[in-house]
């Protein structure tokens, strides 16, 4: 049962393009959430989806950044625009509705977004 | 949630047990403790989580006090492969409200040497 997958790894973006980072939640899961990490410090929670619907987007910044999590296919984190305080480790985690109450969350490996 | 405190690093000689300590002391009654950690460069992993009771897995031990203010992760034999930031977390159990969300602080970060 593959974990949560998230791609690409690494994401090099030049200041002003769009950064489209996508995550596939465990098989079973319809629970997303996109957290980021700014070097040296703690995971910042961004945005909470369930399938086709956002739940949560208290912390996402207000302008150029838009998540979605349509009912095929991946959840997407897109940041428009990107400048160089985008650069950050972006994580994404997933769960049921069962083991986010219980465990939590099963966090992806992240996608390391560097702006140039 | 409620803030907790750990301390910002700590050594463990290889083999032995590493505690880590965490105070939670506006902790709710409807609020479970949750462990976290980080290895470098990975997304963070479920160590273990209780309420008021001790709770041991696998992985670790979790104890805590009677008045629930604080708490201590175990590790009961640290290798160097539990080198790691680890986050101590309160949470309400939810089903499915955002209340329910994993707020990270900055964590124990935790060096095992041989």
């Known amino acids: 049962n593959a974990g949560v997958m998230q791609n690409p790894r690494h994401l090099v973006r030049r200041r002003g393009q769009e950064a489209r980072l996508r995550c596939s939640p465990m098989?079973?899961?319809?629970?997303v959430y996109w957290y980021r990490q700014l070097p040296e410090e703690g995971l910042k929670f961004m945005v909470y989806?369930?399938?086709?619907?956002?739940?949560?987007e208290s912390g996402m910044p207000k302008e150029r950044f838009s998540a979605e999590f349509p009912k095929e296919g991946p959840s997407i984190l897109r940041i428009q625009q990107v400048v160089r305080g985008d650069s950050a480790a972006y994580f994404c985690?997933?769960?049921?509705?069962?083991?986010?109450?219980?465990?939590?969350?099963?966090f992806g490996s992240g996608t390391r977004l560097t702006v140039v | 949630d409620a803030k907790t405190t750990q301390p910002t690093s700590m050594d463990c000689a290889e083999g032995r047990a590493a505690n880590l300590p965490c105070n939670h002391s506006?902790?709710?009654?409807?609020?479970?403790v949750y462990w976290y950690r980080q290895i470098h460069s990975q997304g963070p992993q479920y160590i273990i989580h209780?309420?008021?009771n001790n709770e041991t897995n696998e992985m670790a031990s979790l104890i805590i006090t009677e008045d629930r203010k604080s708490s201590t992760l175990i590790l009961p034999h640290a290798t160097l492969r539990d080198t790691a930031v680890y986050y101590c977390?309160?949470?309400?159990?939810?089903?499915?409200?955002?209340?329910?969300?994993?707020?990270f602080g900055k964590g124990t970060k935790l060096s095992v040497k041989p």
């Open positions: 977390i309160v949470r309400v159990r939810t089903y499915g409200g955002s209340q329910g969300n994993l707020i």
């Open positions: 098989k079973g899961h319809s629970h």
């Open positions: 989806l369930q399938k086709e619907n956002i739940i949560d």
């Open positions: 985690a997933s769960s049921t509705l069962q083991q986010g109450a219980n465990y939590g969350y099963t």
């Open positions: 506006t902790i709710s009654g409807n609020e479970y």
């Open positions: 209780g309420l008021k």
